[in-house]
């Protein structure tokens, strides 16, 4: 158990600074997920704690500790690989025993310790299997029963849900999520899914080029997105965002009235007038997708209505979307910042 | 119907063993003739119409120079399997972990060296072994085999290491392994299949070469099976044919059972990796 903190980390490679500049401090047991597309830099930042990347510039502290030019095997951080790295010429149990192996515990400990870790993934029938026989998801249990077989000061999950299927990575999501909060261990999770990060994170990272755009809390982020980025990034379909009024305004799909062109609008509400191009059925709501004005200039978006209101609309021809004002997202026209109205 | 397909593939199988027995079965029956009863056309080749002797195989150990062939050959087999696994699997493991367009370059660059023939090499090569006083000794052809081995190896080995993921060797060291310890516990086991082929390939390179062997050794002392052999026993046109079959017979036949061993541990290496 331990603090884990980041003081001005860059890391290039040559000319490309794959980090460029990271400052970021997780406290003691806390879940902490870096959120960002892929090339954002996240992989190289945790790589970095792992200690499978020196940087070019910046610390890395452990428990306060300076570990910035210290090996890996000295750093007693766990990893979980997205391609879960298991050694195909061990058996499951001597691939669970290895980190303790590695670091000469004795055989009767080993032995109990990994039976215990087995346990606890529920993996003790799989021990004397081979890992190139076994599914994604057994992989995947067996992955995480070697992260936690020896006691870390931190564990560092890189994508190791991306592999598996929709529905075992929804179970896995949770399971991984109740593990924590039974160990408490500090943990940095890698993800390029919103989903597994606003779903798992204490507090969530977006990266974006080398640089941490926003750091907060998931529903800091979800309701004040610090930039058009990060605003982009999060909620399935993201926000809206469409320039108008010297900015560029922010709302999210759900919430967003919808009227017959030529409808007059209260002035606390926000209004665009925008084709519907199409409706798509999505069980309980109905999607819209709208665009306003035409060529280079159009700007599209996406709203989320009711079947009621539906029936009221038609394909190709302009309406008018109202958002309360209240519930718009100012960003600046030129930086991409959040602004205050 | 499964009968008649089992019994097929058994039959199949029956013919293949025959073919490929065939010729050192006819080796071992040679090599325990009467010289009356090899020479005489009437006779079936594959029978003993005089009853076998152990004449041409005494003759063989103790009137040529056999058995320091037979140990020539094996000190320096084992010599040349040595060097080339100390240079090769160094070689080819970092130029596998090197990353950008130099480490497939210089990958294809070894292999090259490896299509230049002997032929061409063993008077410039010459040159080299007579400048390092090492003429006429077995260590001529210690120094020179590799330079077939290593490229060659290096090239073999740099297909294993490659597909061995990087992801493999990091796990490792975030377990606690250092770099040193995480190549000889995680990739050079897995590389081992490359490993046991190199092996055979180096050994049996250096115990069929024939030109290096008898262009860089002339004293008996130093020559190896494959020079040594044809030398002493094929004398102008008088062949010793019982004892050459017996010559080739004890090299081939051990080392076709340690091959056969080997391959098997060979598929179950390749069978533990893939998949």
């Known amino acids: ?341 | 119907m499964r009968y008649v397909r089992k019994s097929g593939f058994y039959l199949g199988l029956f013919l293949f063993a025959l073919f490929s027995v065939f010729p050192v079965a006819w080796m071992v029956i040679t090599a325990f003739k009467e010289d009356s009863d090899l020479y005489n056309v009437d006779n079936n080749p594959f029978l003993y119409n005089l009853p076998p002797t152990l004449k041409h195989i005494e003759y063989l150990f103790t009137s040529t120079h056999y058995p320091t062939f037979l140990w020539n050959s094996l000190f320096i087999g084992v010599l040349v399997v040595v060097i080339t696994l100390v240079l090769a699997v160094p070689a080819a493991y970092s130029l596998a972990r090197l990353v950008g367009r130099w480490g497939e370059r210089s990958g294809i660059a070894v292999f090259l060296v490896y299509l230049i023939p002997p032929t061409l090499l063993f008077i410039p090569l010459y040159q080299l072994i007579s400048f390092a006083h090492a003429a006429n000794t077995v260590w001529a052809l210690v120094l020179v085999y590799p330079t077939i081995t290593v490229p060659f190896c290096t090239w073999l080995l740099l297909g294993f290491f490659k597909s061995i993921p990087r992801d493999l060797e990091d796990a490792a060291m975030t377990d606690g392994c250092s770099r040193w310890q995480a190549f000889r516990r995680v990739s050079l086991p897995l590389a081992m299949p490359g490993i046991a082929t190199c092996v055979v390939f180096a050994f049996a390179l250096s115990l069929s070469d024939y030109i290096y062997a008898a262009s860089f050794v002339s004293s008996t002392a130093a020559r190896t099976v494959s020079a040594g052999v044809p030398i002493e026993l094929i004398r102008g046109d008088i062949y010793f044919w019982q004892s050459l079959m017996a010559a080739g017979a004890i090299v081939a036949i051990p080392l076709a059972i340690a091959y056969g061993l080997l391959f098997n541990k060979l598929v179950k290496g390749f069978a533990a990796t893939s998949g």
């Open chain 1, 1 to 341: 158990m331990a603090t884990l903190e980041l003081r001005g980390i860059h890391k290039h490679y040559g000319a490309a600074h794959a980090v460029d500049g990271i400052d970021l401090t997780v406290a003691d047991g806390e879940f902490l997920a870096i959120l960002g597309p892929s090339g954002c830099g996240k992989s190289t930042t945790m790589r970095m704690i792992a200690g499978l990347e020196t940087p070019t510039i910046g610390q890395v502290l452990i428990g306060d500790q300076d570990v910035t030019h210290l090996p890996p095997r000295a750093r007693n951080v766990s990893m979980v690989f997205q391609s879960y790295a298991l050694y195909p010429n061990m058996s499951v149990a001597k691939n669970i025993a290895f980190p303790l192996k590695a670091r000469g515990v004795p055989k009767a400990e080993r032995d109990a310790r990994v039976a215990k870790a087995a346990q606890t993934m529920g993996i003790t029938a799989l021990l004397e299997r081979s890992p190139v026989r076994l599914s994604g998801g057994e992989k995947q249990k067996v992955a995480l029963a070697r992260a936690l077989v020896r006691d870390p000061a931190l564990y560092v999950f890189d994508e190791p849900l991306s592999s598996l299927d929709a529905q075992v990575r929804a179970m896995a999501r949770s399971e991984l999520r109740q593990l924590h909060d039974r160990t408490k261990v500090t943990t940095v999770y890698v993800t390029h899914d919103q989903l597994e990060a606003l779903g798992m994170g204490d507090r969530i990272a977006v990266m974006k080029a080398g640089r941490v755009r926003q750091v907060g809390t998931p529903k800091e982020l979800y309701g004040a997105p610090a930039d058009t980025f990060v605003a982009g990034f999060l909620g399935s379909p993201p926000m809206n965002l469409i320039a108008a009024e010297g900015k560029i305004i922010g709302f999210r799909p759900e919430g967003i009235g919808v009227s017959r062109a030529g409808t007059p609008v209260a002035s606390d509400q926000f209004a665009v007038t925008a084709r519907i191009v199409e409706l798509e059925f999505l069980g309980s709501t109905w999607q819209i997708y709208a665009v306003q004005g035409a060529g280079e200039a159009a700007q599209k978006f996406i709203a989320h209505v009711s079947p009621q209101v539906v029936t009221t609309l038609e394909v190709g021809s302009d309406h008018v979307f109202t958002v309360p004002r209240a519930e718009l997202h100012l960003f600046d026209a030129k930086t991409g910042l959040r602004v205050t109205a």
